[in-house]
C-alpha cells in the first residue's frame, strides 16, 4: 500500500529531525527506499534526498575532523622532535663538558 501525494495539497514540510531519523531508519533496516518509506507514510523521493542529503554531511565533517587530528598530531609529533632534539643538545654538550674536565683532570 504505497501512499500517493495529492496534487492538491501542498508538500508536508518535516523537521529536521524526523528528517534524519528516517535516513537512519532507511539506512539501518536494509530495505529498498520504496520499502522504507511506505512504512514511515513518506514519498521515496524525499526518503531518497533525505538519505543523500545527510549521508553527505556525515561525511563532510568526519573528513574535516579526521584532517583536523592528523594536523594536530602532526603538531605534536614536531613539537616532540623540538624537545628531544633539545635534549640531545644538552647532552651532547654536558658530554663534551665532562669529557673536557676528566682529561683535564687525568693529565693533572
Known amino acids: 500500500m504505497t501512499n500517493m501525494?495529492?496534487?492538491n495539497?501542498?508538500?508536508r514540510l518535516y523537521p529536521e529531525a524526523?528528517?534524519?531519523a528516517a535516513a537512519d531508519f532507511?539506512?539501518?533496516t536494509g530495505q529498498n527506499i520504496e520499502q522504507s518509506?511506505?512504512?514511515?507514510?513518506?514519498?521515496p523521493s524525499q526518503l531518497r534526498e533525505w538519505k543523500e542529503c545527510f549521508a553527505d554531511q556525515a561525511?563532510?565533517?568526519k573528513s574535516l575532523s579526521a584532517l583536523a587530528q592528523l594536523r594536530a598530531e602532526n603538531d605534536s609529533l614536531r613539537n616532540q622532535i623540538l624537545q628531544l632534539q633539545m635534549q640531545?643538545?644538552?647532552?651532547?654538550t654536558t658530554l663534551g663538558v665532562l669529557s673536557t674536565?676528566?682529561?683535564t683532570r687525568e693529565a693533572m
Open 18 to 20: 524526523f528528517k534524519r
Open 26 to 28: 532507511a539506512e539501518r
Open 9 to 11: 495539497m501542498p508538500p
Open 37 to 43: 518509506a511506505d512504512e514511515l507514510g513518506i514519498d
Open 59 to 61: 561525511k563532510g565533517p
Open 101 to 103: 674536565t676528566v682529561c
Open 5 to 7: 501525494p495529492d496534487n
Open 88 to 92: 640531545w643538545d644538552i647532552l651532547r
